[in-house]
Each structure stands twice: as C-alpha cells, then as structure tokens.
C-alpha cells in the first residue's frame, strides 16, 4: 500500500482539472441516458452501444475526410447525427408500440438491442482497434505548474458546461422542452390535451441518443476505439443516473462531477485502489438518498 | 366494434345509476366489451406469437441437425478463441497465420497425406462458455488438436481438461506463466511467450540502462500484475540498486490515463514500468503522447513496439517509448520473414501482426508432428512434436521437450517514427534470445511439483 | 376438475423425469454434458423467479450468489482442502449469508432502486473476488477442483445435478404452494394492500430473498461439479441479465418456465456457435421477438392456450 509522497496544491489542481474533463464525457451520455429514462421511462442499455456507435462512425468519417482537422470537426459533428438517425428509425419501428409494458420488459427489450447493435458493429467495423487523430491546435499539454495537461481535456472541460446550458434552454425555454417536461410527469394527461405524445417521446428519445453519439465522437481522439466499448460506460452512466435522481439533467451532472473528481482526487491519495472510490460514493448516496440526490421526475 | 383491438383506449360515457363503489358500473360494459371478442387477441398477434414458436423451433432444430459432421479422413482442430470484444484485434491474425499454414500444407496434399481441418469456436472472453466450447469440439466433433485462446482462465481450464481427456491443446496467445508452469502437463504447449518470460526479457535490457528510481503501474488484473511482478523480480535480481518509488493500478478498460500520469510524475521516477494489456495498451499511449510523457519520464510496456499496438495510432503514437515484441515484420530481415510477410499481404491485405506468427507456427508443427508421428494419433503426435526444431519467420525454433514451450527470440526497442511507414516502428533493437530470458527446464520442475 | 388436472401435470413431470434418468444410456458424452449444464442453469434460473416472477422484486444481479456459491465451494475444496462434501455444504449456506446482507440492505427500495443498489453492492463482491488473486485466482478462475469419484465422471456428475436440481425444485414447488408463497404474491400484486392487512412485507421478502440466494448457490456448487471450475465471471451483471432473459424467455409467471428458458439459451449457444460468429446477434433477435411477441415466455403462451384445461395458480397470476 502507496500512499502518495506529496499533496500539494498543484497537484491537486492538476487532478481536479483531469477529473473534470472525464466529468464531461460521463455527463453528455448519462444526460441523454437520463432524459430517456425520465420522460419515457426506459432504462435504456442500448445508450452504451449508441455510444460505441458514435466512436466508430467518428473513426468512419475523420478517415473520409483524411483525418487532421477536417476530419476531427466533421467527425464530431455528423457522428451525433448519425446515431441519432439510427435511433430515430429504432424507435418509430419499435419502441413506439411498447411503451406500455412494464419497465422489465423495456429494459431487457433495450438489452436485447445492444446484443444486436453490438455485433452489428463488428460486422461492419470488424474487429481490429480504430482511433480518431486529434486536430494539430489541440495535440500536445499545456503545462500547469510543471504538470502537463493535455489541451484537449481543457476544451472538454469547456464543452461540458456549454452542453449543459444548451440542454437546459432546450428543457426551460422551448415549447418542445416544457412538453416533454410535462409528458414526463403525466403522459396521459398530455396526450388527452391534444398532444401527439408519442412524437413527444420520438423527439427526447432521438436527443438523448443524439447526445450518446456525440460523448461517443468526443471521446474518440483519446480513447481506443474497440468493440466492448458499451460495456464499460454503460454501468457508469446508470449508476450517475441513479445517484443523480432519474430524469434529473442536472443531477447527471451532479452525479458525473462525484464520480469523475472522486476517481482522479482518489488516484492522488491511494494509487492502489483509485477505483474504488466513486463507487463507494455510489454506495454511500443510494444507502442514504435511494431516490438520488436531486428531485426524480417520476 | 370488431375494429377495436387489444392496446386502443375505449371511452365509456355514463352507464347508468352508481352504485356506491362503482363496480357495477365497471363491471357490466367490461363483460359486454368482452363478449364482442375485443379483449382477444388479433388475427396479426396470434400468427406472430405461433410464428416466433415455431420459427425458434426451427432455429434449434436446423442447427441441431446441421451440426452433426460426419468427419472425412481428415486431421481435425478445434480452434477456441474470442472472436467478439476487444481482444478481437489480435485473435483473428492467429486464425489467419494459421489458415494460412493449413491451406500449404492441405494443397501438398496432407500431412501425412491427410488433410487439415479446422472448426472455430467463439468463446467471447468467458471461461464458462470457452470450457463447454472446448467440451463440443472434443466430445461431439471428435477433434485431434484443441487450439486457442487469449483468455488465460479459459486456458487453463481447457488445459486441465485436455489432461483429462488426453488430447494435445495448444495455447496461442493466453499469457499466464501458470500454462506451461506449475499447472503444465504432457498435454498442453504453449506458442506465445508468458508474461514470466516477457518480464525476464524486459529486465534483461533494463538492467543495463542507467534508471534506479523506478514506479510501477498497470492494469489491475492478473496478467497486469503478473508482468509487472515478472519485470520487477528479476529487475531487483539482476540489479540489486533499484528502488520502487510506489505503485499505481487502474481498473482494466480505464481510458483516461491523465490523472494517473500526472500522479505519478509528481513522485518524479526515473523510468515507469507500464503493464498493460490489450486495449489498455493503445489508450495508455494515446495519454502518453497527450500529456509527453516519455519525454520527461520514460517507459516500458511488453509489446508496445508492436503492430498492433502501433498501428492504430497511425503518426500520432508517443516516440522513445520502450517495448519488448516476439514479432516484428520487418525484422530481421531475413528471406524467410520477407517470404512470409509477402505472403500474408498478398492474402489478407494487411501487415502480419504477433498473433499470425502463433497462427503460423502452430500450423507448422501439428503438420510436422502428425507427418513424422505417421498416424494420426495423438500419443505419437506429442512424442513427435516435443522437442522439435522448425523453420519460421524468425529462424529455428524449437518446442522445448521439457516443458512444451516455444523458445521464441524477443525483441527489445524503442519507438520510432519513420518516413516509409504511416505507423511508428521500432529502433535501437536487440534480440535476446530464449535461452537468455527463458526459466530453465530444472526451475519448471521445481514449479510443477 | 382442479385435481384431475393436477394429475396430469404431475404425470407429465414424473415421465419427463424417467426420462431424464435413462438419456445417458441413449446419448452421447457431450448430450449428457450439455443437459448437466441445462440443470445448472435452470436451477439458477429457477431460484432468480422465486424473487422475480413470484415475488415481483427486481433483483437485478443474481449471478452473485451463484457465484458465491461456486466459489465457496471451489475455495473449500482446493484452498482450505476440505471434502467436497463440506465444500457443497459451504457454498450455498455461503450464498444465504450474503443474500441476507444484501437483502437488508436493499429491502428498503423497490424496484428499479432496489436493482440498482444491489449491482452496485453486487460489483462490489465481484471486485473483492476479482482482484484477491493470493486466495480466489483472480481473473484466471480456479481449476481442477477434485471431486469424489462417484460423481467426477461425466455421466456421475449428470446423476448428481439431476437428483440435486430435482430435489431443490420439489423443494421450490411446495414453497411457492405454502402460504408464505401466497403472501409472496400477494406482496407482489399489491403491496400497500398487503401491508394494510397486517403483512410484514419487508421480512416476507428478505426471507424470499435468502431462499432465492441459497439455491442460487447450489447452482453454483453444481457448476463446480459439473465443469469443476469457478470462474469470476459467474458474478458479473452481464450473466444476472443472462439468468433473468432465462426467466423471461420460458415465462416467469409459470413455475417451470425458466427451465425451459435456459434449456433454450444453452442450447442456442451451444448450436448457434458451430455456424456463425454473431451467434449474439441471433441471440438479440430472438429475445427481442419473444419480448415483443411473447411477453409471457414460451410456457406461458403454451399454458394460456390451455387456459380452459390448465390450474390456474400454475400462471400465477389472476
């Protein structure tokens, strides 16, 4: 057992700034995942195969456009639409004439999903490892008291709170935004008004998987991008979502931010068991706050 | 009313006088709703529901039937690997290397004069399902030769399997020194090296390289540690001045390797062991070059100059990084390598990565070894093929008698870019050969008893 | 009509029964091998719908008491070099143990809470397991586990797991008939009602849920017999979705239902693989179809069709 050498304010910075760009990827996905969950009520496995799927296309379409900065930019901004696509054509064709089963049903309907999607992929990506290259502006640290930080994490840690205020405009000032808004809390009482709900849920539906894509497009330059990729992110997201409160956009970023700053401030005082730490939060906030931190919509 | 179905909101208005619960009320339209014959399932449903029986009954008894081979006079391996996930990446050049072996062998006519034939088997990274695989192949297919995997718990327990039932299994990529060590027998041999070896090898060139101050970090699982521990060991032997500073371990999958990074170069090591594996390997050294790690403090990691790990990366990989390989396709060399990475790019279209390497080379020996045993019997076979001598991309191997062990050479370099290639290769390199770094065959009986 | 129905269905289990005992002189090794493995799976199955389909709790990572069951086992056995036979006594009182933990932890929530909070405990157990590579082996599972010679051989090991999982499912049967299954239900049909009524619905369902653990952990005992290894894999989430599609696929409001369901997914498995690589994507498609199309599983559709003739508890539901 290590304990580290030294903890001083640097250092501690350094690990808060890495956390929170990790906090960025975390959020856009268990921010899709948890509107999904809130306004139609599927936990939705299939997030972290629309995730992968979004990683993989970035790859597709950087290399069509020759990788560099071109290929980086066009990636990041058709591959959420790509997968939003896909999502689209999933929930008209299936989704949409299920929403009244029991949440067992959709949640293994969803499982049963990511199985497909998963070999889908292998079979139009194969198997061999992909990576996305990094614009030239963005390779490389910026050094922080002696400690690098790559560039890249400080532009992630910018675009998380941007997303966050674009889902929350999107949520407050839209007419589309209070609809579902309402159709969360009482999708009867909105489809007896007049409201064709059901495209209500189409349109969250296809946002929340639009954002699974774009997590997907914005992790691509740092991460390998390999089958097995839904697996790994998809608990983690669930997880937030819960802790954060179902439904709750802000509470996935509360929940994103706990797990993102306790993994990399853990690193820094126990190197061994780093990982234990967000999920001994977990643990913590469900044993003590089981509906999650912040106010669930259902 | 017949156009209602089951699923449509139906709107009753006023039924009649309430009495005080209202059952009544409900009760009466529900039975008169239902006997229309609405609540029964439409026309569509039922033939869906009697479809989805019969179609899964169909499924299952097509393959059942399908599955029974009626097997030629042929040389049968069963091949179990993980052909879904991230391990995927190397396990199809082993099938291709080998497919490869077979298809000469098979178009000289057999050895001896009977032809290959091989099944594959996804085990999907589980032991449970790689074990039952394993299990079909020996018990239904009847196969000769068992083959596989890159998962060391299903190695091992198809290992001890293979004792039982007496069949020869050759292990091509699982790394877990416990294969040809203390859990070795007569039945089982390994082709790719084990992370034993691979760590002897790496402390080998390291102790001849000034660092004292070392950190440790890898994946935290048994293959991760197994390294580290393989590197470490024999490092403190070799050199008794080095220290270890501390350790880090990350959960296998971690893709953010920043904050371990930067945890470590505020402890200020001179040199960082990286054990990695897999996927990992790839995502460590995107960070690396993220944060220019091996510029200010440089590192190892067993098969970072290799292809797989390289390539990916394309022009973006991190340089100066230390690695150790069983395979490089450009060196040496020699006609023999040359031949072989031709051969492969003319087939497959791509650079031979280390697993065709294992792929090709157990092709070779169950040819030799069925050829010289004369029958296809397994007990000649191993007697045959332990202690053999072959040709192969990297000169004269041999499968040693004692403890069924290829003695691979290993390569050890740093990494590189250069202009003929869009990938990084590596450079500075020196071959230690096997029976440097190997254990020797007295130090496997001291493991086995 | 009720009785006479009883007895047909009875006489239908005791051929089946028959049957079973004789296939090994019919069949091949690997056929007998493959039904040992059915066995397993289904009583893990089987013990998932005791708290699923009969109590409506939403437990949602299973495999960690089958696991912990194969692993007390197996640990028993090779680290602590006991006789198996104490090894099998270990494992599933081991498994009880940690459902009654667990369980009171999470019997506070209800459903999607409840899931969620035990795989996250569930993963905790599963780490423990995964990275205490000096006692449990680590990722690399432990093998070779030696058992007495009557039951070591393939065709031992089938009797084995057969008379084992018969017993536990008789065992299981006049649970669910007693009237601690009919609270059971009750609960799960309603459970305000049932605490109105005077029904301590918390114990109820801890006590459902030390049950389910306990022959959770016989399957996982039987596992080691059957392929006399133990593998950390068997505590992953992955394979408590496996065990619930199991329930699901068969009917997990019938009693035999998961049997059927995990005789389906292991034979699926093992067939699909001999043709084609993406035997997961078929595995996706069917669930999906029978989720769409089946939402009571395949014995479920086959008892509504004998609605007129079938018992009606054997549905469970009203």
């Not at chain 1, 064709?196 to 699974?212: T, Y």
């Not at chain 3, 006594?89 to 899931?115: D, E």
């Amino acid at each position: 057992m290590e304990f580290s050498s030294s903890i001083c304010p640097p250092e501690i910075l350094c690990q808060i700034l890495v956390g929170l760009s990790r906090t960025t990827i975390l959020f856009i996905v268990a921010s899709g995942l948890t509107l999904i969950l809130g306004v139609l009520r599927i936990p939705n496995i299939a997030h972290g195969s629309l995730y992968m799927i979004g990683a993989f296309i970035a790859f597709s379409v950087s290399k069509w456009f020759g990788g560099g900065t071109t290929g980086f930019w066009m990636a990041v901004a058709l591959a959420p639409f790509a997968v939003a696509l896909i999502s689209l054509v999933v929930e008209r064709g299936i989704f949409a004439h299920l929403y009244e089963r029991e949440h067992l049903m959709l949640l293994l309907l969803t499982f049963s999903l990511a199985l497909i999607l998963g070999d889908l992929v292998k079979m139009v990506w194969g198997g061999e490892y992909r990576t996305v290259q990094l614009p030239g502006s963005f390779k490389g640290p910026i050094p922080l008291a002696s400690l690098p930080i790559p560039i890249y994490n400080i532009f992630l840690i910018i675009i998380g709170p941007v997303v966050a205020l674009g889902l929350w405009l999107l949520a407050n000032k839209t007419k589309i935004g209070k609809i579902s808004r309402a159709a969360a809390v009482d999708r009867e009482m909105v489809g007896a008004v007049g409201v064709n709900v059901s495209w209500v849920f189409a349109i969250v539906f296809v946002i929340g998987c639009f954002l699974a894509g774009m997590g997907g497009a914005l992790v691509s330059p740092i991460v390998n991008i390999t089958l097995g990729m839904d697996h790994t992110l998809i608990i983690e997201a669930f997880l937030i979502v819960i802790i954060g409160g179902l439904g709750n956009v802000w509470g996935a970023l509360l929940g994103a931010l706990i797990f993102g700053l306790t993994q990399s401030l853990g690193i820094l005082i126990w190197p061994q068991f780093g990982i234990v730490f967000p999920y001994a939060a977990v643990v913590t906030v469900l044993i003590f706050r089981p509906t999650g931190l912040l106010k669930s919509t259902w | 009313m017949p156009y209602s179905k089951i699923g449509d909101d139906i709107i009753v208005r006023y039924e009649g006088p309430l009495d005080s619960s209202g059952m009544v009320g409900r009760l009466r339209p529900t039975g008169l709703l239902c006997g229309m014959g609405v609540d029964k399932e439409s026309l569509m449903e039922a033939i869906m529901k009697k479809g989805v029986i019969t179609g899964t009954g169909v499924v299952l008894v097509w393959f059942l039937a399908a599955s029974f081979s009626f097997g030629a006079d042929t040389i049968k391996v069963g091949i179990i690997d993980t052909y879904t996930g991230p391990a995927t990446a190397y396990t199809f050049d082993v099938l291709d290397g080998f497919k490869m072996a077979v298809n000469k062998v098979n178009a000289r006519g057999g050895a001896p004069g009977k032809k290959i034939e091989f099944l594959t088997r996804d085990e999907k990274f589980k032991p449970d399902i790689g074990l039952a695989m394993a299990k079909e192949l020996v018990l239904k297919e009847n196969v000769d030769v068992l083959m596989g995997t890159i998962n060391s718990a299903t190695a091992l327990a198809v290992s001890d399997f293979a004792r039982k039932e007496r069949i020869p299994f050759f292990v091509t990529f699982s790394k877990s020194d416990k294969i040809t060590g203390e859990q070795g027998h007569r039945y089982v041999f390994q082709i790719t090296e084990n992370t034993l070896m691979a760590g002897r090898a790496a402390a080998f060139e390291l102790a001849k390289k000034p660092f004292v101050k070392y950190w440790i970090a890898g994946d935290d699982y048994e293959y991760g540690h197994a390294i580290a521990d393989g590197v470490w060991t024999q490092l403190k032997k070799l050199k008794p001045g080095v220290q270890k500073l501390g350790e880090s371990w990350w959960k296998v999958g971690e893709t953010d390797f920043t904050p371990y990074i930067t945890a470590i170069l505020a402890a200020k090591p001179d040199f960082i062991i990286v054990a990695t594996g897999g996927s990992g390997m790839v995502n460590f050294q995107k960070a690396a070059k993220a944060t220019g790690l091996a510029q200010k403090v440089p590192f190892y990691q067993h098969t970072a100059i290799e292809l797989s790990t390289l390539e990916p990366q394309g022009l973006d990989a991190p340089e100066g990084v230390y690695g150790t390989a069983n395979y490089l396709f450009y060196y040496p060399d020699t006609s023999e390598n040359k031949a072989f990475v031709e051969e492969f790019r003319k087939t497959y279209n791509r650079y031979p990565k280390i697993g065709a390497l294992y792929g090709y080379v157990t092709g070779v020996l169950i040819e030799k070894g069925f050829a010289k045993a004369g029958k296809v019997d397994k007990e000649k076979f191993i007697n045959a093929v332990q202690g053999m001598l072959i040709d192969s991309p990297v000169g004269k191997l041999e499968l040693r008698a004692c403890d069924h062990q290829l003695m691979l050479p290993m390569f050890f370099g740093v990494t590189k870019k250069v202009s003929q290639y869009p990938f990084l290769i590596a450079s500075d390199i020196v071959i230690i050969l096997a029976k440097d770094y190997m254990p020797t065959c007295e130090e496997i009986k001291a493991l086995r008893k | 009509m009720t009785k006479n129905i009883h007895e047909k269905e009875f006489w239908l289990v005791l051929i089946l029964f028959v049957l079973l005992l004789i296939f090994p002189f019919l069949l091949t090794r690997f056929y007998i091998y493959l039904l040992a493995l059915i066995f397993v799976s289904g009583l893990a199955a089987m013990s998932l719908n005791l708290v699923l389909g009969y109590g409506g709790i939403y437990q949602f990572h299973h495999a960690v008491f089958y696991g912990v069951g194969a692993y007390g086992a197996a640990l028993t056995i090779t680290k602590l070099g006991h006789s198996p036979w104490i090894g099998f006594l270990v494992g599933p009182l081991l498994a009880a143990f940690l459902s009654l933990v667990m369980g009171a932890i999470c019997v506070r929530l209800s459903k999607l809470y409840f899931g969620m909070l035990q795989i996250s405990l569930g993963s905790l157990v599963w780490a423990i397991v995964y990275r205490w590579y000096s006692f449990t082996g680590g990722d690399d599972g432990i093998h070779g586990v030696s058992m007495p010679a009557l039951i070591g051989s393939t065709k031992g090991s089938y009797y084995f797991a057969l008379l084992v999982t018969g017993a536990c499912l008789m065992t299981m049967y006049f649970i669910v008939k007693s009237p601690f299954g009919s609270t059971l239900q009750g609960i799960r049909d309603n459970p305000v009602r049932s605490e109105a009524v005077g029904v301590n619905v918390r114990l109820h369902q801890l006590v459902a849920l030390v049950i389910a653990g306990f022959f959770a952990g016989v399957a996982g005992v039987l596992f080691v017999v059957v392929d006399n290894s133990a593998f950390p894999d068997m505590l992953f989430w992955t394979l408590s979705l496996e065990i619930l599609i199991m329930c699901l696929l068969g009917g997990w409001l019938t009693f035999l239902g998961p049997m059927l369901g995990a005789a389906i997914m292991v034979a699926l498995r093992t067939f699909a693989s001999t043709f084609t690589e993406y035997w997961t994507l078929i595995q996706g498609i069917i669930l999906m179809l029978v989720i769409i199309f089946l939402p009571e599983g395949v014995l479920g559709y086959v008892n509504a069709k004998f609605r007129q003739l079938g018992d009606v508890t054997s549905r469970g539901k009203a």
